[in-house]
Each structure stands twice: as structure tokens, then as C-alpha cells.
């Protein structure tokens, strides 16, 4: 991990678990049993299923994003077709998260919602579990850095016990090797690396058409989604959803941005 962004998160991570903060503002048991995540993106995979991220800041992106709308703002501007679940940031350092938002957020809608946190540990799937997300985001470079207190294994079985269904986060084609013995419900292939926070699309996409070679199935496209160009590379390369959260902070009309970036009839699709 030597001088990249994860050098950075990772410690403040660890910090903000160990706080006694870590979970101010979520219900001391989990509020409802959520809605399947990956059942949602299985329904719209034919036109191409949309997950919407409420984030309020990104490290990553170009320039910074507009003054965050409120939750309720957010779900209004983005309740349009095509969107079947939602992502909520609840890591705090660089994207000014919390699992507080994931609990506003999750208490707001009928959607799954994705805990989406740098997981290091089963302190953060038990907060999850209580915020009322449906599913927790594991990501493979992870393991593979040595950030992890557990295995990504036994943190997918330690989610589910819980109830959490699994997005696992993958790269590069190297991480491939890491899905066996992973009990994932649904995969992801991530645009930017993680470590330099830049845009990698040749890897990405070699890690994409793997992927969808493999038949692992749901998958997402995740990241760096401007608008219809972009969600069309992901489009035919085999994906089922997208992930999009930057784009839609910036955008003056969600909606409109949102249906631009569905399947067109006839294209290529899984």
C-alpha cells in the first residue's frame, strides 16, 4: 500500500472503528429486514439496472462535488426508472461519510441499500447490519494489501450470518483468483484504482470481460460513469448495473442523466 490513498484510509478507518462514535445515530438493532440487493439488480439486468451512490464528497474526482443535496432531496431527484437500489458512503475520511447517512438513508427508502465502507473488520458488518442496508461492500485489494483483520471469506459468512448480502470488489484480473471460496452475491469491477485514485479502464475492463467470462453473476460496473459513453463500455462487456455517484451529485437534472445512461434496445447485454 506504500504511498497510495489506501496508506491513508486505511489507519483513519481503523481509527474511526475503534471509536465509540463509529455508530452515533444507528438503531440499536437492526429496523426491518431489508430488500435483496441482488435480486433488485437481477430484475432490471434486460435494460440495465441502476445503483445510485448519496455521496457527499470524492478524493478521486476532478474537481469537488456541489454542496450535497439532503437525503430526502437525493431520493426525490433520483426516484426514476432504472434505479433499483442505492449506495450510501459511510467511510468518513475523504468522503466526509458515516454509518449515521447509511441509516438516514436506509430508513427513507423500500430500495436495498449498499453499506459502502472500506471493511476491515466485523465491527463494520455488525453497524451495517443495524443500519438497515441490505448489503456490504467487500473489496479483494484489500486481502491482498494486508489491511484486513479477518479474511475476506469470513467476512462474506460473517455477513450473511448477520443478513448482509455481498458485493465483492474487484480490479484487476489478478483478484480473480481471490472469488473462490468467497460467498458473494453479487460481483463488482472497479474503474479506479484504488491506490492512485485514477482511472485504470484497460485493467478494469480486462478484469470486466473475465468476469462476465467466468459467469459471475450479478455484475456491476463500478465508477467512472460521465454519462452514456462511458455506461455503454460497460454495457457490452457483460454488466447488469451500474454504480454511479460522482455524475449524479453534479448533476442539475438526476433524472434525465440517470435515463440516459440505460441499455439501449438491441445493444449487447449479459
Not at 51 to 71: D, I, M, Q, T
Not at 146 to 174: K, N, Q, Y
Request: net charge neutral; aromatic share 6%.
Amino acid at each position: 500500500m506504500t504511498g497510495s490513498f489506501l496508506d491513508e484510509v486505511v489507519p483513519r478507518v481503523r481509527e474511526a472503528i475503534a471509536s465509540a462514535t463509529y455508530d452515533a445515530g444507528v438503531p440499536a438493532r437492526r429496523p426491518k429486514a431489508p430488500a435483496s440487493f441482488k435480486a433488485a439488480v437481477q430484475r432490471e439486468s434486460a435494460r440495465g439496472a441502476l445503483v445510485v451512490e448519496y455521496k457527499r464528497r470524492s478524493p478521486g474526482a476532478r474537481s469537488p462535488l456541489p454542496e450535497p443535496r439532503s437525503v430526502p432531496e437525493f431520493l426525490a431527484a433520483t426516484a426514476v426508472e432504472g434505479v433499483v437500489a442505492y449506495s450510501c458512503l459511510a467511510t468518513g475520511y475523504g468522503f466526509d461519510g458515516s454509518p449515521a447517512h447509511v441509516a438516514d438513508l436506509a430508513g427513507r427508502t423500500e430500495l436495498p441499500v449498499l453499506f459502502k465502507e472500506f471493511v476491515l473488520e466485523e465491527r463494520q458488518l455488525e453497524v451495517a447490519a443495524r443500519t438497515g442496508a441490505s448489503a456490504i461492500l467487500l473489496i479483494a485489494r484489500l486481502e491482498r494489501a494486508g489491511a484486513l483483520r479477518a479474511s475476506t471469506r469470513d467476512l462474506a459468512r460473517r455477513a450473511h450470518e448477520l443478513g448482509l448480502e455481498v458485493l465483492l470488489e474487484l480490479h484487476d484480473p489478478a483478484e480473480l483468483s481471490q472469488v473462490d471460496g468467497v460467498s458473494a452475491d453479487v460481483f463488482g469491477v472497479n474503474t479506479r484504482d484504488l491506490g492512485a485514485l485514477a482511472f485504470d479502464r484497460p485493467r478494469a475492463y480486462a478484469t470486466l470481460e473475465r468476469a462476465a467470462d467466468l459467469g459471475l453473476r450479478p455484475l456491476l460496473g463500478l465508477s467512472g460513469v460521465e454519462g452514456p459513453q462511458e455506461a455503454r463500455e460497460f454495457w457490452t462487456r457483460g454488466c447488469d448495473g451500474l454504480l454511479v455517484g460522482s455524475a449524479v451529485a453534479r448533476a442539475a437534472q438526476p433524472g434525465r442523466f440517470l435515463a440516459s445512461l440505460r441499455r439501449v434496445p438491441g445493444e449487447a447485454g449479459p
